[in-house]
């Protein structure tokens, strides 16, 4: 009797023991995917992607907040340099920084989720169809539809249908795979005005949307229209 209660005593710590080893380890996973996850501009960022002149990265300066040291503009405008504002030198390392936001495109895009569908009439007065990708809750990419079947559109296809109900429900029940189902395309190509690095994004062999970079290849940059139409139309 006495042997068997020491054995099951045994037993019992050695089962803990693998269960605290299990929780261990799966909290290190947990943490360090957790330290993976790119930082969205403008939102407190994780110190490790602070940047010092010394970093890996080479004199990249901490991304100013949308705005800051600019002149005021609408929504979906470029805020013009301050005059005078000495150039940030991010150009002098263009090469490394884009091989840097693809990799960053990469690992953000197992954070990215589906968000809103809304529709919206065109300036022909045609019914389009969006639904936002989003990231921290953000919008940082936007997908189109065919307002007639639902069907997902690739960049620069744009059909002119007047006066139809399109079928949100099936493009909502469509949405998440597609998303999920997205590939991060190898390479970038840099916009000066918006100082962003710019990845598409593909689904089965179209282009459908682009994710943004900020030029340091380490910040998501949400698409501010996009975010200002989702939260006024978005259902």
Known sequence: MINFRSGA???TLILALILALILALTGGITMANAQDKPPLLGTPSDSRHEQTP??????VPIPPSPGAGMAPTLPGQISPLTPGRPSSGIQQNSSKNAVTAVATARKAKAYLTPGNVWIKTGPRGETEVKAAITYNGTAVAVLHFNPQDGSLLPLGMHPVIFGINPPLETIKRTLPPIVGGLEVLNGAEYRQPE?????PLAYEGMIVAHLKVYADGIHIVPDYPVNQEMQSYGR
Do not use: E, F
């Open 54 to 59: 010394s970093s890996s990265t080479g004199n």
């Open 195 to 199: 100082n962003a690095w710019i990845i």
């Open 9 to 11: 005593v045994v037993l």
